[in-house]
Protein backbone atom coordinates (compact mmCIF):
# COMPACT_ATOMS: atom_id res chain seq x y z
CA UNK A 1 0.00 0.00 0.00
CA UNK A 2 2.89 3.02 0.61
CA UNK A 3 4.97 3.94 -1.61
CA UNK A 4 7.63 2.24 0.12
CA UNK A 5 6.16 -1.12 -0.84
CA UNK A 6 7.63 -2.73 -3.77
CA UNK A 7 4.70 -3.48 -6.76
CA UNK A 8 5.80 -6.90 -6.94
CA UNK A 9 7.06 -9.25 -4.46
CA UNK A 10 10.14 -11.41 -5.68
CA UNK A 11 11.12 -14.52 -3.90
CA UNK A 12 13.73 -15.22 -6.25
CA UNK A 13 17.58 -14.86 -4.78
CA UNK A 14 18.34 -13.89 -8.97
CA UNK A 15 16.10 -10.46 -8.22
CA UNK A 16 17.86 -7.77 -8.99
CA UNK A 17 18.45 -5.01 -6.29
CA UNK A 18 15.97 -1.94 -6.23
CA UNK A 19 17.26 0.54 -8.42
CA UNK A 20 19.35 -1.21 -11.00
CA UNK A 21 18.03 -0.02 -13.78
CA UNK A 22 18.90 0.74 -17.07
CA UNK A 23 22.94 1.68 -16.58
CA UNK A 24 24.93 4.77 -18.28
CA UNK A 25 21.73 7.24 -17.97
CA UNK A 26 23.07 9.39 -14.68
CA UNK A 27 21.91 13.16 -15.26
CA UNK A 28 22.82 15.99 -13.79
CA UNK A 29 19.11 16.57 -12.56
CA UNK A 30 19.76 13.00 -10.74
CA UNK A 31 22.79 13.92 -9.45
CA UNK A 32 21.13 17.09 -7.99
CA UNK A 33 18.55 14.97 -6.44
CA UNK A 34 20.49 12.18 -4.66
CA UNK A 35 22.42 14.98 -2.96
CA UNK A 36 19.63 16.45 -1.99
CA UNK A 37 18.72 13.43 -0.59
CA UNK A 38 21.60 12.46 1.25
CA UNK A 39 21.90 16.18 2.36
CA UNK A 40 25.38 16.99 0.48
CA UNK A 41 26.10 20.70 -0.78
CA UNK A 42 26.83 20.79 -4.45
CA UNK A 43 27.70 23.45 -6.69
CA UNK A 44 26.55 23.04 -10.49
CA UNK A 45 30.23 22.34 -11.61
CA UNK A 46 30.43 19.64 -8.69
CA UNK A 47 27.30 17.89 -10.07
CA UNK A 48 28.22 18.59 -13.11
CA UNK A 49 31.85 16.92 -12.45
CA UNK A 50 29.93 14.14 -10.13
CA UNK A 51 27.99 13.06 -12.89
CA UNK A 52 30.93 12.50 -15.14
CA UNK A 53 32.27 10.45 -13.21
CA UNK A 54 29.39 8.39 -12.22
CA UNK A 55 28.74 7.92 -15.64
CA UNK A 56 31.91 5.94 -15.85
CA UNK A 57 31.72 4.17 -12.74
CA UNK A 58 28.28 3.30 -14.17
CA UNK A 59 29.44 1.91 -17.55
CA UNK A 60 32.15 0.24 -15.76
CA UNK A 61 30.20 -1.83 -13.35
CA UNK A 62 27.78 -2.81 -16.18
CA UNK A 63 30.46 -4.73 -18.21
CA UNK A 64 29.40 -7.27 -15.90
CA UNK A 65 26.27 -7.45 -18.19
CA UNK A 66 28.40 -8.76 -21.05
CA UNK A 67 29.53 -12.17 -18.68
CA UNK A 68 26.29 -12.46 -16.72
CA UNK A 69 23.96 -14.82 -18.11
CA UNK A 70 20.32 -15.37 -16.60
CA UNK A 71 21.83 -18.56 -14.84
CA UNK A 72 23.84 -16.56 -12.71
CA UNK A 73 22.22 -15.24 -9.66
CA UNK A 74 23.22 -11.86 -8.44
CA UNK A 75 24.92 -11.38 -5.46
CA UNK A 76 25.40 -8.77 -2.73
CA UNK A 77 27.73 -10.78 -0.92
CA UNK A 78 30.98 -11.65 -1.88
CA UNK A 79 30.81 -14.89 0.09
CA UNK A 80 28.08 -17.24 -0.43
CA UNK A 81 27.06 -17.32 2.73
CA UNK A 82 23.56 -17.39 4.54
CA UNK A 83 21.35 -17.62 7.90
CA UNK A 84 24.16 -16.17 10.37
CA UNK A 85 22.56 -16.00 13.66
CA UNK A 86 22.94 -15.01 16.91
CA UNK A 87 21.30 -16.99 19.72
CA UNK A 88 18.58 -14.77 21.80
CA UNK A 89 20.78 -14.03 24.86
CA UNK A 90 21.04 -10.90 26.19
CA UNK A 91 24.90 -9.41 26.63
CA UNK A 92 26.74 -6.73 27.77
CA UNK A 93 25.11 -2.91 26.96
CA UNK A 94 26.94 0.51 27.52
CA UNK A 95 26.73 2.50 29.94
CA UNK A 96 24.52 5.61 29.46
CA UNK A 97 27.90 7.62 29.99
CA UNK A 98 29.27 5.89 27.26
CA UNK A 99 26.60 5.60 25.20
CA UNK A 100 26.40 9.41 25.53
CA UNK A 101 30.22 10.21 25.62
CA UNK A 102 30.86 10.40 21.71
CA UNK A 103 28.11 12.83 21.41
CA UNK A 104 27.88 16.43 20.46
CA UNK A 105 25.48 17.34 22.72
CA UNK A 106 23.36 15.79 25.41
CA UNK A 107 21.34 16.53 28.60
CA UNK A 108 23.05 13.84 30.80
CA UNK A 109 20.62 10.92 29.35
CA UNK A 110 19.93 11.78 26.14
CA UNK A 111 20.96 12.86 22.91
CA UNK A 112 20.29 16.49 22.02
CA UNK A 113 19.87 17.05 18.32
CA UNK A 114 18.90 20.42 16.83
CA UNK A 115 15.25 21.31 15.95
CA UNK A 116 13.67 18.91 13.77
CA UNK A 117 11.25 19.76 11.16
CA UNK A 118 9.56 16.37 9.81
CA UNK A 119 7.99 13.77 11.00
CA UNK A 120 8.95 10.28 12.55
CA UNK A 121 8.80 7.95 9.63
CA UNK B 1 -6.63 23.17 14.68
CA UNK B 2 -9.96 24.03 12.27
CA UNK B 3 -12.65 21.68 12.45
CA UNK B 4 -13.05 19.60 8.67
CA UNK B 5 -16.56 19.46 7.20
CA UNK B 6 -17.66 15.90 7.28
CA UNK B 7 -20.48 14.16 5.38
CA UNK B 8 -22.57 12.64 7.11
CA UNK B 9 -21.46 8.53 6.76
CA UNK B 10 -24.76 7.53 5.49
CA UNK B 11 -24.53 9.74 2.89
CA UNK B 12 -20.74 9.10 2.22
CA UNK B 13 -21.05 5.84 1.48
CA UNK B 14 -24.18 6.42 -0.89
CA UNK B 15 -21.46 8.50 -3.12
CA UNK B 16 -18.07 6.68 -2.25
CA UNK B 17 -16.91 3.05 -2.02
CA UNK B 18 -14.22 3.21 0.50
CA UNK B 19 -11.10 1.45 -0.28
CA UNK B 20 -8.94 0.29 2.44
CA UNK B 21 -5.24 -0.94 2.83
CA UNK B 22 -3.62 -1.36 6.82
CA UNK B 23 0.22 -1.35 8.12
CA UNK B 24 0.25 -3.02 11.28
CA UNK B 25 4.12 -3.15 13.19
CA UNK B 26 4.14 -5.93 15.43
CA UNK B 27 7.30 -5.40 18.13
CA UNK B 28 7.94 -8.95 19.16
CA UNK B 29 8.87 -9.71 22.52
CA UNK B 30 12.11 -11.62 22.31
CA UNK B 31 14.75 -11.05 24.96
CA UNK B 32 17.39 -8.68 22.81
CA UNK B 33 17.00 -6.76 19.97
CA UNK B 34 16.75 -7.32 16.30
CA UNK B 35 20.60 -7.28 15.40
CA UNK B 36 22.15 -6.55 18.80
CA UNK B 37 22.39 -8.43 22.15
CA UNK B 38 21.12 -5.38 24.12
CA UNK B 39 17.77 -6.14 26.01
CA UNK B 40 14.51 -5.94 24.21
CA UNK B 41 13.23 -3.20 26.96
CA UNK B 42 12.72 -0.17 26.79
CA UNK B 43 10.31 2.34 29.28
CA UNK B 44 13.46 2.41 31.50
CA UNK B 45 16.41 5.07 32.18
CA UNK B 46 16.95 6.64 28.30
CA UNK B 47 20.06 5.13 26.67
CA UNK B 48 20.83 2.30 28.94
CA UNK B 49 19.83 -0.42 26.97
CA UNK B 50 22.10 -0.35 23.75
CA UNK B 51 24.88 -1.47 21.66
CA UNK B 52 27.71 -0.15 19.44
CA UNK B 53 25.42 -1.54 16.92
CA UNK B 54 21.86 0.31 18.17
CA UNK B 55 24.23 3.40 18.10
CA UNK B 56 25.20 2.87 14.76
CA UNK B 57 29.11 3.43 16.23
CA UNK B 58 31.89 2.62 13.52
CA UNK B 59 33.00 -0.89 13.26
CA UNK B 60 29.78 -2.38 14.64
CA UNK B 61 28.25 -5.00 12.64
CA UNK B 62 24.72 -5.90 13.04
CA UNK B 63 23.51 -9.90 13.31
CA UNK B 64 20.51 -11.13 13.13
CA UNK B 65 18.34 -12.65 16.21
CA UNK B 66 17.96 -16.69 15.04
CA UNK B 67 14.59 -16.10 17.44
CA UNK B 68 13.17 -13.05 15.97
CA UNK B 69 13.66 -14.55 12.51
CA UNK B 70 11.48 -18.09 14.03
CA UNK B 71 9.00 -15.73 15.56
CA UNK B 72 8.48 -14.05 11.72
CA UNK B 73 7.98 -17.50 10.32
CA UNK B 74 5.72 -18.44 12.58
CA UNK B 75 3.37 -15.18 12.24
CA UNK B 76 3.94 -15.35 8.44
CA UNK B 77 2.27 -18.95 8.40
CA UNK B 78 0.04 -17.63 10.73
CA UNK B 79 -1.35 -15.31 8.68
CA UNK B 80 -1.59 -17.69 5.40
CA UNK B 81 1.78 -16.52 3.51
CA UNK B 82 4.42 -18.42 2.06
CA UNK B 83 7.67 -18.04 3.09
CA UNK B 84 10.77 -16.95 1.16
CA UNK B 85 13.14 -19.67 0.55
CA UNK B 86 15.43 -16.84 0.29
CA UNK B 87 15.05 -13.38 1.52
CA UNK B 88 17.22 -10.27 2.59
CA UNK B 89 17.43 -6.81 4.34
CA UNK B 90 17.48 -3.48 3.03
CA UNK B 91 18.90 -0.23 4.08
CA UNK B 92 15.86 2.16 4.13
CA UNK B 93 17.16 5.42 3.76
CA UNK B 94 16.33 8.73 5.46
CA UNK B 95 17.61 11.81 7.63
CA UNK B 96 16.05 11.48 10.86
CA UNK B 97 18.02 11.11 14.12
CA UNK B 98 15.00 8.22 15.94
CA UNK B 99 18.15 5.97 14.61
CA UNK B 100 21.44 6.59 14.95
CA UNK B 101 22.43 5.38 11.25
CA UNK B 102 20.38 7.43 8.81
CA UNK B 103 19.00 4.41 7.76
CA UNK B 104 16.34 1.56 9.01
CA UNK B 105 17.20 -2.36 8.26
CA UNK B 106 14.56 -3.34 6.95
CA UNK B 107 13.51 -5.68 4.14
CA UNK B 108 12.45 -4.74 0.63
CA UNK B 109 11.92 -6.58 -2.74
CA UNK B 110 12.21 -9.95 -0.69
CA UNK B 111 10.61 -10.20 2.86
CA UNK B 112 9.70 -13.48 4.73
CA UNK B 113 6.40 -13.68 4.15
CA UNK B 114 4.27 -12.85 1.15
CA UNK B 115 0.42 -13.50 -0.34
CA UNK B 116 -1.63 -14.82 2.85
CA UNK B 117 -4.92 -13.91 4.06
CA UNK B 118 -6.84 -13.49 7.10
CA UNK B 119 -9.98 -14.74 8.14
CA UNK B 120 -11.64 -11.33 10.03
CA UNK B 121 -15.54 -11.52 11.81
CA UNK B 122 -17.17 -8.28 11.44
CA UNK B 123 -19.47 -7.85 14.89
CA UNK B 124 -22.75 -9.55 13.48
CA UNK B 125 -20.60 -12.60 12.65
CA UNK B 126 -20.22 -12.18 9.13
CA UNK B 127 -16.50 -13.09 7.85
CA UNK B 128 -14.12 -11.09 6.08
CA UNK B 129 -11.62 -12.51 4.39
CA UNK B 130 -8.37 -9.59 4.36
CA UNK B 131 -5.67 -10.73 1.94
CA UNK B 132 -2.09 -10.28 2.95
CA UNK B 133 0.66 -8.76 0.43
CA UNK B 134 3.88 -9.23 2.56
CA UNK B 135 5.19 -9.49 6.26
CA UNK B 136 8.59 -8.30 6.35
CA UNK B 137 11.77 -7.80 9.05
CA UNK B 138 12.52 -4.61 10.23
CA UNK B 139 13.71 -2.68 13.25
CA UNK B 140 12.05 -0.01 15.65
CA UNK B 141 13.50 3.15 16.19
CA UNK B 142 14.43 5.64 19.00
CA UNK B 143 12.41 7.61 20.70
CA UNK B 144 12.44 11.61 20.61
CA UNK B 145 11.07 14.13 22.96
CA UNK B 146 10.75 17.61 21.05
CA UNK B 147 11.33 20.57 23.56
CA UNK B 148 10.48 23.92 23.47
CA UNK B 149 8.61 25.38 20.88
CA UNK B 150 4.56 27.18 21.95
CA UNK B 151 3.16 23.91 21.52
CA UNK B 152 5.89 21.24 22.73
CA UNK B 153 4.69 19.53 19.39
CA UNK B 154 6.88 18.64 16.79
CA UNK B 155 6.74 22.00 14.98
CA UNK B 156 8.90 25.14 16.52
CA UNK B 157 10.76 22.85 18.69
CA UNK B 158 13.46 24.11 19.60
CA UNK B 159 15.43 20.57 20.04
CA UNK B 160 14.86 16.86 20.08
CA UNK B 161 16.56 14.94 22.93
CA UNK B 162 16.67 11.11 21.43
CA UNK B 163 16.61 7.62 23.63
CA UNK B 164 17.79 4.53 21.34
CA UNK B 165 16.75 1.91 23.96
CA UNK B 166 13.74 1.03 21.62
CA UNK B 167 16.34 1.54 18.98
CA UNK B 168 16.87 -2.20 17.50
CA UNK B 169 13.60 -3.65 18.78
CA UNK B 170 12.57 -6.77 16.42
CA UNK B 171 9.33 -5.35 14.22
CA UNK B 172 7.35 -7.21 11.87
CA UNK B 173 5.65 -4.99 9.39
CA UNK B 174 2.40 -6.61 7.89
CA UNK B 175 1.05 -4.91 4.77
CA UNK B 176 -2.00 -6.09 3.43
CA UNK B 177 -3.05 -5.90 0.03
CA UNK B 178 -5.94 -3.18 -1.58
CA UNK B 179 -9.31 -4.22 0.68
CA UNK B 180 -11.95 -3.85 -1.50
CA UNK B 181 -15.80 -4.28 -0.28
CA UNK B 182 -15.66 -3.60 3.12
CA UNK B 183 -18.70 -1.20 2.38
CA UNK B 184 -20.52 0.29 5.31
CA UNK B 185 -18.70 -1.80 7.57
CA UNK B 186 -14.87 -0.22 7.05
CA UNK B 187 -14.83 1.14 10.35
CA UNK B 188 -15.99 -2.06 11.80
CA UNK B 189 -13.64 -4.43 9.78
CA UNK B 190 -10.23 -2.45 10.19
CA UNK B 191 -11.50 -2.57 14.18
CA UNK B 192 -11.59 -6.54 13.63
CA UNK B 193 -9.17 -6.46 11.75
CA UNK B 194 -6.25 -5.24 13.97
CA UNK B 195 -8.09 -7.24 16.83
CA UNK B 196 -7.26 -10.11 14.68
CA UNK B 197 -3.68 -9.88 14.29
CA UNK B 198 -3.66 -9.30 18.18
CA UNK B 199 -5.53 -12.09 18.77
CA UNK B 200 -3.03 -13.83 16.57
CA UNK B 201 0.40 -12.63 17.94
CA UNK B 202 -0.49 -13.21 21.32
CA UNK B 203 -1.59 -16.87 20.26
CA UNK B 204 1.35 -17.33 18.99
CA UNK B 205 3.18 -15.82 22.29
CA UNK B 206 5.49 -13.82 19.94
CA UNK B 207 4.42 -9.95 21.51
CA UNK B 208 2.93 -8.10 24.33
CA UNK B 209 0.62 -6.51 21.54
CA UNK B 210 -0.57 -3.79 24.17
CA UNK B 211 -1.30 -1.29 21.93
CA UNK B 212 -1.19 1.32 24.25
CA UNK B 213 2.16 0.90 25.01
CA UNK B 214 2.86 0.88 20.87
CA UNK B 215 3.89 -2.97 20.69
CA UNK B 216 1.24 -3.01 18.19
CA UNK B 217 0.69 0.05 16.07
CA UNK B 218 -1.80 0.69 13.01
CA UNK B 219 -1.23 2.90 9.85
CA UNK B 220 -4.47 3.10 7.98
CA UNK B 221 -5.23 3.89 4.23
CA UNK B 222 -8.02 5.50 2.83
CA UNK B 223 -9.25 6.34 -0.41
CA UNK B 224 -12.72 6.71 -1.70
CA UNK B 225 -13.86 5.54 -5.18
CA UNK B 226 -16.68 7.20 -6.46
CA UNK B 227 -19.57 4.85 -7.56
CA UNK B 228 -21.03 4.79 -10.91
CA UNK B 229 -24.08 3.44 -12.45
CA UNK B 230 -24.69 -0.21 -13.22
CA UNK B 231 -23.19 -0.76 -16.45
CA UNK B 232 -20.46 2.12 -16.59
CA UNK B 233 -17.14 1.64 -16.09
CA UNK B 234 -15.84 1.77 -12.51
CA UNK B 235 -14.50 5.09 -11.37
CA UNK B 236 -10.60 5.29 -11.07
CA UNK B 237 -8.99 4.43 -7.35
CA UNK B 238 -9.09 7.73 -5.78
CA UNK B 239 -6.31 9.36 -3.74
CA UNK B 240 -5.19 7.94 -0.31
CA UNK B 241 -3.83 9.24 2.85
CA UNK B 242 -2.41 7.52 5.50
CA UNK B 243 -3.44 8.22 8.67
CA UNK B 244 -0.98 7.10 12.00
CA UNK B 245 -0.82 7.35 15.40
CA UNK B 246 -3.85 5.24 15.63
CA UNK B 247 -3.40 3.57 19.41
CA UNK B 248 -6.48 1.98 20.34
CA UNK B 249 -8.81 -0.40 18.53
CA UNK B 250 -11.47 1.86 19.08
CA UNK B 251 -9.27 4.55 17.25
CA UNK B 252 -8.82 2.64 14.15
CA UNK B 253 -12.45 2.31 13.63
CA UNK B 254 -13.17 6.32 14.38
CA UNK B 255 -10.07 7.10 11.97
CA UNK B 256 -11.50 5.37 9.48
CA UNK B 257 -14.93 6.44 9.98
CA UNK B 258 -13.81 10.24 10.08
CA UNK B 259 -11.48 10.38 6.83
CA UNK B 260 -14.20 8.61 4.99
CA UNK B 261 -16.41 11.50 6.13
CA UNK B 262 -13.69 14.13 5.80
CA UNK B 263 -12.50 13.48 2.18
CA UNK B 264 -16.13 12.72 1.34
CA UNK B 265 -17.05 16.13 1.79
CA UNK B 266 -14.12 17.66 -0.01
CA UNK B 267 -14.70 15.51 -2.91
CA UNK B 268 -18.15 16.12 -3.50
CA UNK B 269 -17.84 19.79 -2.78
CA UNK B 270 -14.97 19.61 -5.95
CA UNK B 271 -11.83 19.38 -4.17
CA UNK B 272 -8.62 17.02 -4.56
CA UNK B 273 -7.73 14.45 -1.57
CA UNK B 274 -3.66 15.50 -1.07
CA UNK B 275 -1.70 12.47 -0.68
CA UNK B 276 -0.44 12.60 2.73
CA UNK B 277 0.46 11.56 5.96
CA UNK B 278 -2.04 12.44 8.84
CA UNK B 279 -2.04 12.23 12.32
CA UNK B 280 -5.08 11.05 14.57
CA UNK B 281 -5.78 12.88 17.97
CA UNK B 282 -7.80 10.41 20.66
CA UNK B 283 -8.87 13.67 22.48
CA UNK B 284 -10.29 15.75 19.36
CA UNK B 285 -11.45 12.46 17.67
CA UNK B 286 -10.21 13.79 14.18
CA UNK B 287 -6.89 13.94 11.44
CA UNK B 288 -4.58 16.53 10.90
CA UNK B 289 -2.91 17.01 8.11
CA UNK B 290 1.26 16.21 8.44
CA UNK B 291 3.94 15.97 5.46
CA UNK B 292 2.42 15.46 2.02
CA UNK B 293 4.53 12.88 0.59
CA UNK B 294 7.54 13.47 -1.59
CA UNK B 295 11.04 13.42 -2.10
CA UNK B 296 11.21 12.46 1.94
CA UNK B 297 10.21 9.22 0.48
CA UNK B 298 12.84 8.65 -1.23
CA UNK B 299 14.68 5.87 0.45
CA UNK B 300 16.85 4.61 -1.95
CA UNK B 301 16.50 1.24 -0.67
CA UNK B 302 19.42 -1.30 -1.03
CA UNK B 303 20.41 -4.89 0.00
CA UNK B 304 22.16 -4.65 2.99
CA UNK B 305 25.94 -5.26 3.13
CA UNK B 306 26.78 -5.95 6.69
CA UNK B 307 23.64 -8.89 6.68
CA UNK B 308 23.56 -12.43 4.66
CA UNK B 309 20.84 -13.90 3.19
CA UNK B 310 18.10 -15.46 5.71
CA UNK B 311 17.45 -18.74 3.81
CA UNK B 312 15.23 -21.19 6.44
CA UNK B 313 15.03 -24.75 5.46
CA UNK B 314 12.00 -26.56 4.69
CA UNK B 315 12.16 -28.76 7.60
CA UNK B 316 12.20 -25.65 10.15
CA UNK B 317 9.64 -24.07 8.37
CA UNK B 318 7.75 -27.20 8.55
CA UNK B 319 8.72 -27.79 12.11
CA UNK B 320 7.47 -23.85 13.27
CA UNK B 321 4.09 -24.86 11.08
CA UNK B 322 2.99 -27.80 13.23
CA UNK B 323 3.65 -25.88 15.98
CA UNK B 324 1.35 -23.20 14.99
CA UNK B 325 -1.59 -23.13 17.63
CA UNK B 326 -5.13 -22.68 16.39
CA UNK B 327 -6.73 -20.27 14.82
CA UNK B 328 -8.14 -17.58 17.30
CA UNK B 329 -11.16 -17.26 14.83
CA UNK B 330 -11.18 -21.38 14.65
CA UNK B 331 -11.16 -21.12 18.44
CA UNK B 332 -13.64 -19.45 18.98
CA UNK B 333 -16.28 -20.79 16.64
CA UNK B 334 -15.13 -24.33 18.17
CA UNK B 335 -15.59 -23.14 21.64
CA UNK B 336 -19.18 -21.07 20.87
CA UNK B 337 -20.35 -24.63 19.64
CA UNK B 338 -19.10 -26.74 22.10
CA UNK B 339 -20.40 -24.14 25.08
CA UNK B 340 -23.55 -23.83 23.27
CA UNK B 341 -23.49 -20.10 23.47
CA UNK B 342 -25.67 -17.81 22.21
CA UNK B 343 -24.32 -15.12 20.52
CA UNK B 344 -25.21 -12.57 22.87
CA UNK B 345 -22.97 -14.91 25.74
CA UNK B 346 -20.31 -15.20 23.73
CA UNK B 347 -19.91 -11.79 22.53
CA UNK B 348 -20.08 -11.21 26.27
CA UNK B 349 -17.36 -13.33 27.10
CA UNK B 350 -15.19 -12.47 24.33
CA UNK B 351 -15.84 -8.86 24.92
CA UNK B 352 -14.92 -9.23 28.47
CA UNK B 353 -11.39 -10.67 27.86
CA UNK B 354 -12.28 -14.08 29.92
CA UNK B 355 -12.43 -16.81 27.25
CA UNK B 356 -9.08 -18.47 29.00
CA UNK B 357 -10.83 -18.25 31.86
CA UNK B 358 -13.55 -20.31 31.19
CA UNK B 359 -11.78 -22.66 28.63
CA UNK B 360 -10.11 -23.52 32.21
CA UNK B 361 -12.73 -23.40 34.46
CA UNK B 362 -14.88 -25.91 32.16
CA UNK B 363 -11.42 -27.97 32.34
CA UNK B 364 -11.26 -28.05 35.87
CA UNK B 365 -15.08 -29.46 35.59
CA UNK B 366 -17.76 -26.88 36.06
CA UNK B 367 -20.02 -26.58 33.50
CA UNK B 368 -19.86 -24.09 30.61
CA UNK B 369 -22.78 -21.99 31.53
CA UNK B 370 -21.94 -21.78 35.41
CA UNK B 371 -18.31 -20.59 34.40
CA UNK B 372 -19.65 -17.76 31.84
CA UNK B 373 -22.30 -16.83 34.60
CA UNK B 374 -19.74 -16.80 37.17
CA UNK B 375 -17.01 -15.00 35.28
CA UNK B 376 -18.81 -12.91 33.85
CA UNK B 377 -21.39 -12.00 36.69
CA UNK B 378 -20.17 -11.57 39.87
CA UNK B 379 -16.69 -12.18 39.47
CA UNK B 380 -16.60 -9.54 36.62
CA UNK B 381 -18.51 -7.29 38.59
CA UNK B 382 -15.83 -7.20 41.45
CA UNK B 383 -13.29 -6.65 39.22
CA UNK B 384 -14.81 -3.78 37.81
CA UNK B 385 -15.53 -1.65 41.11
CA UNK B 386 -12.02 -2.54 42.04
CA UNK B 387 -10.42 -1.46 38.76
CA UNK B 388 -8.69 -4.90 38.22
CA UNK B 389 -8.81 -7.52 35.86
CA UNK B 390 -11.36 -10.43 36.94
CA UNK B 391 -8.44 -12.67 36.10
CA UNK B 392 -6.10 -11.53 39.29
CA UNK B 393 -9.01 -12.23 41.73
CA UNK B 394 -9.61 -15.64 41.95
CA UNK B 395 -7.79 -19.03 40.07
CA UNK B 396 -10.52 -20.85 37.48
CA UNK B 397 -9.84 -24.16 39.92
CA UNK B 398 -11.68 -22.34 42.84
CA UNK B 399 -14.35 -20.96 40.38
CA UNK B 400 -15.20 -24.66 39.35
CA UNK B 401 -15.05 -25.46 42.98
CA UNK B 402 -17.52 -23.05 44.13
CA UNK B 403 -19.39 -24.30 41.46
CA UNK B 404 -19.72 -27.94 42.23
CA UNK B 405 -20.29 -26.77 45.34
CA UNK B 406 -23.38 -25.23 44.55
CA UNK B 407 -24.24 -27.94 42.24
CA UNK B 408 -23.75 -30.55 44.84
CA UNK B 409 -26.46 -28.52 46.92
CA UNK B 410 -23.90 -27.24 49.29
CA UNK B 411 -24.05 -23.75 48.66
CA UNK B 412 -26.92 -21.54 47.20
CA UNK B 413 -26.25 -18.69 45.16
CA UNK B 414 -26.57 -16.14 47.87
CA UNK B 415 -24.19 -18.15 49.73
CA UNK B 416 -22.04 -18.67 46.60
CA UNK B 417 -21.42 -15.13 46.74
CA UNK B 418 -20.15 -14.99 50.06
CA UNK B 419 -17.67 -17.70 49.84
CA UNK B 420 -16.24 -16.31 46.46
CA UNK B 421 -15.62 -12.94 48.61
CA UNK B 422 -13.81 -15.00 50.98
CA UNK B 423 -12.11 -16.72 48.59
CA UNK B 424 -10.74 -13.54 46.94
CA UNK B 425 -10.13 -11.92 50.17
CA UNK B 426 -7.56 -14.65 50.42
CA UNK B 427 -9.06 -16.86 53.18
CA UNK B 428 -8.51 -20.02 51.00
CA UNK B 429 -10.15 -22.44 48.96
CA UNK B 430 -13.95 -22.54 48.56
CA UNK B 431 -14.16 -25.45 50.74
CA UNK B 432 -11.52 -23.77 53.50
CA UNK B 433 -14.05 -20.82 53.53
CA UNK B 434 -17.49 -22.59 54.01
CA UNK B 435 -15.84 -24.60 57.16
CA UNK B 436 -13.97 -20.96 58.44
CA UNK B 437 -17.16 -18.72 57.61
CA UNK B 438 -19.44 -21.49 58.22
CA UNK B 439 -21.65 -20.80 55.60
CA UNK B 440 -22.64 -24.62 54.14
CA UNK B 441 -26.03 -24.73 54.02
CA UNK B 442 -28.70 -26.22 56.51
CA UNK B 443 -29.64 -29.23 54.81
CA UNK B 444 -30.77 -31.25 58.03
CA UNK B 445 -34.48 -31.41 57.88
CA UNK B 446 -34.68 -31.71 61.56
CA UNK B 447 -33.65 -27.90 62.29
CA UNK B 448 -35.22 -27.03 59.26
CA UNK B 449 -38.65 -28.51 60.58
CA UNK B 450 -37.78 -27.40 64.66
CA UNK B 451 -37.58 -23.61 62.93
CA UNK B 452 -40.83 -23.94 60.46
CA UNK B 453 -43.25 -25.34 63.49
CA UNK B 454 -42.08 -22.34 65.52
CA UNK B 455 -42.56 -19.71 62.35
CA UNK B 456 -45.91 -21.74 61.84
CA UNK B 457 -46.77 -21.39 65.56
CA UNK B 458 -46.00 -17.88 65.78
CA UNK B 459 -48.16 -16.89 62.59
CA UNK B 460 -51.15 -19.03 63.30
CA UNK B 461 -52.99 -16.45 60.56
CA UNK B 462 -51.07 -17.53 58.02
CA UNK B 463 -51.09 -21.31 58.94
CA UNK B 464 -54.83 -20.97 58.35
CA UNK B 465 -54.54 -19.50 54.87
CA UNK B 466 -52.09 -21.77 54.37
CA UNK B 467 -54.72 -24.27 54.92
CA UNK B 468 -56.81 -22.67 53.17
CA UNK B 469 -54.99 -23.40 50.30
CA UNK B 470 -53.63 -19.69 49.85
CA UNK B 471 -50.71 -21.34 48.75
CA UNK B 472 -48.54 -18.28 48.59
CA UNK B 473 -49.76 -16.89 51.73
CA UNK B 474 -46.54 -19.42 52.59
CA UNK B 475 -43.39 -16.73 51.87
CA UNK B 476 -43.72 -15.16 55.07
CA UNK B 477 -43.27 -18.18 56.62
CA UNK B 478 -40.49 -19.19 54.30
CA UNK B 479 -39.22 -15.62 54.99
CA UNK B 480 -38.99 -16.27 58.80
CA UNK B 481 -37.35 -19.22 58.71
CA UNK B 482 -34.62 -18.23 55.83
CA UNK B 483 -33.87 -15.42 58.71
CA UNK B 484 -33.80 -17.80 61.48
CA UNK B 485 -31.44 -19.98 59.06
CA UNK B 486 -29.09 -17.04 58.55
CA UNK B 487 -30.16 -17.30 55.10
CA UNK B 488 -27.84 -21.05 54.88
CA UNK B 489 -31.13 -23.01 53.61
CA UNK B 490 -32.29 -23.53 50.36
CA UNK B 491 -35.31 -21.84 49.96
CA UNK B 492 -37.04 -24.53 47.96
CA UNK B 493 -36.51 -27.44 50.58
CA UNK B 494 -37.96 -24.53 52.87
CA UNK B 495 -41.42 -24.57 51.12
CA UNK B 496 -41.86 -27.49 50.71
CA UNK B 497 -41.13 -28.35 54.22
CA UNK B 498 -43.71 -25.40 55.06
CA UNK B 499 -46.40 -26.85 52.91
CA UNK B 500 -45.99 -30.29 54.72
CA UNK B 501 -45.98 -29.29 58.25
CA UNK B 502 -49.21 -26.86 57.31
CA UNK B 503 -51.16 -29.48 55.99
CA UNK B 504 -49.76 -32.04 58.68
Known amino acids: ?121 | MNKAELMDYDRALELFEPVLGFEVHVELNTKTKMFSDAPNFFGGEPNTNVTPVDLGLPGSLPVVNEQAVKYSISLGLALGCSIAPSSRFARKNYFYPDLAKNYQISQFDEPIAFGGSVEVELPDGRLFTVPIERAHMEEDAGKLTHVGGATGRIQGAEYSLVDYNRAGVPLVEIVTDIIYGAEYDAPELAKAYVSTIRDIVVSLGISDAKMERGNLRCDANISLRRRTAPGEPPAKLGTRTETKNVNSLRSVERAIRYEIQRQAAILEGGGTIIQETRHWHEDTGQTSAGRPKSDADDYRYFPEPDLLPVEPSAELIEELRAALPEAPAIRRRRLKADWGFTDLEFQDVVNSGLLNEIIETTAAGASAQSARKWWTGEIARVANARGVDASTLVSPLHVSELVALVDAGTLTDRLARQVLEGVIEGEGTPDEVVASRGLAVVSDDGALIAAIDDALASQPDVLAKIRDGKVQAAGAVIGAVMKAMKGQADAARVRELVLERANA
Open chain 1, 1 to 121: MSSETPPTVSTSANSRPAGSGTPGEITTDQVAHLAGLARINLSPEEITKLTGELVAIVENVAKVTEVATPDVPATSHPIPLSNVYRPDVVGETLTQEQALSGAPDHDGSRFRVSAILGEEQ
